[in-house]
């Protein structure tokens, strides 16, 4: 018997979704690396993306590399969160490419590559907006660019940058001639040309789909969600990419209970997390709980009802609570229920020890 809930990955969908997003940036001379954090670091979705041209394979734990390096260890990786120092011997030992901003965490990292005899490639990340990592300025960031040139057991591999993360700020003309600016400098004083220069995550898509001209100096993005969910930067950005499958992920729940309840909820109660909570319609409505939480998907706002039909309504830790009044379908319990998921949610999903994996090819 299948048990539920149970979070469909469609490796097929997984990898179309590579190559359309590596034929795009690869024509514009930028190469991709594929994140995969919001999978939870899934070595099965690392193929994908690989097989689909992603040059590198990102993510945001250090964990996830280290199990994707032990099935192959060919494959390129990239820690995108800048490294604790108390993991810094995993990062050397299993991550090709770290982001950095911090000069004792740079020297640090030298001391662990010699002692394990390697040479470890970093880039140094510059502040454009975002207020989350980074060089403040240009003159941190050739120092740091300074230092990690000079650091015997580091490679200097380039600049990055981030968007949209912490303040919301996306890529303009201006943030992006900083960006460029920047690297024309830091060539200058290292007198040779820059391998890589990470023009940010997804949120860089903004800037490049409506066809405006990134600075040439830009060769390198990092994506996960607009290849594995494209879904969520098609409703939250307005922008849907083309050749891409948005039923890459698909999340399934079984009816645990149908009652018929009144739900005129505007007394405006608080629920189990403080939120006000309110019925979009009120009076006697059939419902529908499935048994799944915030634990497993965080809020049931992120769920998408395959069955359009239905209205999600309230979830607890463990339950969510769906509305299916107006359905055409006669649902019962035990009947499975299907969800597109966005960003958010999937992540949740992924994480969780309690959603089973299925996985499509």
């Known amino acids: 018997m299948e048990r539920y809930p149970v979070l469909e990955i469609d490796l097929k969908a997984i990898k179309q979704n590579s190559m359309a997003m590596n034929k795009k940036m690869n024509a514009m001379g930028i190469r991709v690396c594929g994140v995969t954090k919001v999978a939870d670091g899934d070595v099965k979705v690392a193929e994908a993306y690989a097989q689909g041209g992603c040059d590198q394979i990102g993510s945001s734990r250090v964990q996830h590399l280290k199990e994707i390096k032990e099935k ?6 990239m820690l995108v969160r800048i490294p604790m120092e108390c993991e810094l011997e995993d990062v050397v030992r299993y991550v090709d490419i770290s982001l950095n901003s911090e000069r004792c965490i740079l020297e640090a990292l030298d001391r662990e590559a010699a002692r394990q005899g390697r040479i470890h490639s970093v880039i140094i990340m510059l502040d454009c907006g975002d207020k989350r990592e980074g060089a403040e300025g240009l003159e941190e960031l050739t120092e740091l660019c300074v230092l990690a040139e000079e650091l015997p057991s580091l490679k200097l591999m380039g600049i990055g940058t981030n968007w949209g993360c912490v303040s919301g700020v996306d890529p303009d003309q201006e943030k992006l001639e900083f960006l460029a600016e920047a690297v024309r400098s830091v060539q200058k004083t290292l007198g040779r040309k820059l391998e890589i220069v990470s023009g940010g995550n997804s949120s860089l898509l903004l800037w490049i789909y409506p066809g405006k001209p990134l600075p040439p100096e830009i060769n390198h993005i990092r994506a996960g969600g607009t290849i594995a969910n494209p879904v969520t930067f098609r409703i939250n950005r307005g922008i849907e990419l083309e050749g891409r499958d948005e039923h890459s992920f698909r999340l399934k729940a079984q009816i645990a209970e149908i009652k018929v309840r009144e739900m005129d909820l505007s007394g405006g109660g608080l629920n189990w997390r403080g939120d006000v909570m309110a019925a979009s319609k009120g009076g006697l409505r059939k419902r529908a709980i499935i048994d799944l939480g915030s634990a497993d998907i965080g809020s049931c706002k992120d769920l998408m009802p395959v069955d359009e039909s239905i209205e999600v309504m309230a979830n607890s830790s ?6 299916i009044t107006d359905c055409e ?7 499975v229920v299907e ?12 994480y969780s020890r309690h959603v089973h994996k299925k996985y499509i090819d």
């Open 318 to 323: 463990d339950h969510t609570v769906l509305d």
């Open 329 to 335: 379908r006669e649902y019962k319990v035990g009947d």
């Open 72 to 77: 192959d260890s060919s494959v390129i990786t």
């Open 339 to 350: 969800f597109s998921l966005k960003y958010s949610a999937l992540m949740y999903a992924s």
